[in-house]
């Protein structure tokens, strides 16, 4: 019989790098969990991904910034969100004093889904 894991558990010293663990991965979807504590996305990068996301943060917290808005989206613990295809966004801020754990769904949307917000 299998063992159960723990999403909370087992993570990476605190000055790692940004830790990015797939759990499942299927034609359709791609389940990961990223481990994040003071880790931004490179000045002047931009996310912009082929396929659907939606993230749920499990603790910590952190801000994402979308392209063409001026003010970044706060999200703390039990926070979620789906980012469609094709929304450029950044990762601003992610807590430095604490782990910074995100649930991951990667999938095929809709075409022409709306932007969050």
């Known amino acids: 019989m299998k063992k159960p ?12 790098e940004e830790f990015f663990e797939t759990l499942l991965d299927q034609p359709d979807f791609r389940l990961e969990r990223i481990v994040s504590q003071g880790h931004v996305t490179p000045p002047g990068e931009w996310y912009d991904q082929d396929r659907d996301e939606w993230i749920l943060l499990l ?41 910074t754990i995100w649930l991951a769904l990667h999938f ?6 709306a932007a969050p917000g």
């Open 59 to 99: 603790s910590g917290g952190a801000t994402l910034l979308f392209e063409h808005e001026e003010q970044p989206v706060r999200l703390e613990a039990g926070d979620h969100l789906h980012l469609p295809a094709h929304v450029r966004h950044r990762v601003e801020w992610t807590d430095p004093a604490q782990s």
């Open 108 to 113: 095929r949307g809709k075409v022409g889904a």
């Open 5 to 16: 894991a723990n999403l909370l558990k087992n993570l990476p010293p605190p000055d790692a």
